[in-house]
């Protein structure tokens, strides 16, 4: 089992910057390969970004590339997403999530997931 917490949400301004943080518990972190998802009302979730275990495998969502960092940090047991130039379109609630084994885009693929943090930006 994995227990994972989002942090790091709030609101901003159009074009500002926020850096979400999921912090992990249970079993061995570097284990897992971690992604960020995203819900906005009335939407489907989505593949925001994905990291190996290990950091040196990573995928962006076409519609957040060169602007969203994903990053991790095994020795502290957390994710980070560093999110830049943010839209309004990014206002969402957003997850982490964790899987054993290879890296992958779909949430289905994902066994454990956090509860999520509200990002919201005004325009």
């Known amino acids: 089992q994995v227990q994972l917490v989002e942090s790091g949400g709030g609101l901003v301004q159009a074009g500002g910057s926020l850096r979400l943080s999921c912090a992990a518990s249970?079993?061995?972190?570097?284990?897992?390969?971690m992604g960020w998802f995203r819900q906005a009302p009335g939407k489907e979730r989505e593949s925001v970004a994905a990291i190996s275990w290990s950091g040196g495998i990573t995928y962006y969502a076409d519609s957040v590339k060169g602007r969203f960092t994903i990053s991790r940090d095994n020795a502290k047991n957390t994710m980070y997403l560093q999110m830049n130039s943010l839209k309004p379109e990014d206002t969402a609630v957003y997850y982490c999530?964790?899987?054993?084994?290879?890296?992958?885009?779909?949430?289905?693929?994902?066994?454990?997931w956090g509860q999520g943090t509200q990002v919201t930006v005004s325009s």
């Open positions: 249970g079993r061995t972190f570097n284990w897992y390969a």
């Open positions: 999530a964790a899987k054993a084994g290879a890296v992958k885009t779909g949430a289905k693929e994902y066994d454990y």
